[in-house]
């Protein structure tokens, strides 16, 4: 639905915002940019539907490419293109009824079609009895509420979301992504969410883009680079939901990699998808019993509604058992990571 190519965009002489991103979006999937500030991911956007001209390069909509077009061309094209703002971006004067219906009295709609169009919209959001209100009467959610179904009121094929939910208190921002799930399905639409909070990325994109300094860093589903980020960035903010400490009794220790005298070889385990709800753990002790085993760190969470476990063990025992155990916990659906043989410390004599 979107593809990107060579992308680039120079503001002056020496802010080069964008420097040759190359970018597919297919159909129907949502999917997530995620940048620090000044990463260039709110330009990316905005070349999207060519709020911002690129440079050089193509942006590709639908088969089309809109660097292209001539302004009448653009305009039109731009109609399968709707755009949810971080400040909403409402008329303070107009009812919440008549912000959903601007754009389609701007295209020269009459009153019943407007009618049509917008009383499905505002059921579609969950505002159908605030038709009359206006934008100082409502909280946050209402206002981004608004501001999904006018940029729904054209029909669009693609929907841009530019940090869409940081302005929204977390329970709010859960509810708004909930939303634009549920209409990513509904509707059938390609969505593109522009964030720098990764708990967005986990909770609804099927795909990310990492973007730094201009350039994309990494990218790939939002289940593979959560479970196996390559790049510090990408790291850096996965950090902030799933933290690589060690737990408090091994942090700070030093990591050997043979066996010291009264060490635990520690082990980090991903698990996935229905392996998160499999006994793998208690299956490994049944089998090798002349180990021991200690459960340090362990969550079940979701990514994308998909069943997501971490886990950190300690074992102890013969090598040979141990090995054993690990080639056991290899042949599972699961990920390991072997962090090294860490001696246990007193916490309470620090």
């Known amino acids: 639905m979107i593809k990107l190519r060579g992308l680039t965009k120079t503001y002056g002489e020496y802010v080069h915002a964008l420097k040759g991103i190359n970018l597919t979006i297919e159909e129907g999937e949502v999917y997530g940019v995620i940048g620090k500030s000044g990463a260039g991911k709110s330009t990316l956007i905005r070349c999207i539907n060519m709020l911002e001209k690129p440079t050089s390069g193509e942006v590709i909509v639908d088969g089309k490419d809109l660097t292209k077009m001539s302004d009448a061309e653009l305009r039109a094209a731009r109609k399968n293109i709707g755009m949810i703002f971080q400040h909403f971006n409402l ?201 021991e085993c200690t459960m340090l760190f362990g969550n079940l969470d979701q990514i994308n509604r998909i069943p997501f476990g971490r886990m950190i063990i300690g074992i102890t025992g013969d090598k040979d058992e141990m090995q054993k155990a690990m080639d056991y916990l290899a042949e599972h659906d699961l990920k390991m990571e072997v962090i090294g043989y860490v001696r246990r410390i007193d916490v309470a004599s620090r």
């Open 91 to 291: 008329l303070s004067s107009a009812t919440v009824y008549e912000n959903i219906a601007f754009p389609l009295r701007l295209s020269g709609s009459d009153d019943e079609f407007i009618e049509k169009k917008v009383r499905p919209l505002l059921s579609l959001v969950g505002l159908s009895d605030m038709a009359e209100r206006y934008p100082s009467q409502l909280s946050g959610g209402q206002k981004q509420r608004v501001g999904i179904a006018r940029a729904l009121a054209s029909d669009p094929k693609v929907l841009l979301c530019d940090e869409a939910t940081s302005a929204l208190d977390p329970q709010t921002t859960k509810s708004i992504l909930e939303l634009i799930g549920d209409i990513n399905k509904k509707l059938k639409l390609t969505v593109v969410v522009i964030t720098h909070e990764m708990q967005v990325i986990k909770d609804i994109c099927d795909k990310v883009a990492v973007i730094e300094n201009g350039v994309i860093a990494e990218h790939g589903s939002v289940v593979e680079i959560f479970t196996n980020p390559q790049k510090e960035i990408t790291k850096e903010f996965i950090s902030v939901l799933l933290s690589n400490e060690l737990p408090t009794a091994f942090r700070g220790g030093k990591i050997f990699s043979d066996p010291v005298e009264g060490s635990y070889l520690l082990l980090r385990l991903i698990f996935l998808g229905e392996s998160a709800d499999d006994p793998v753990i208690a299956g490994m002790i049944r089998s090798f019993p002349k180990i």
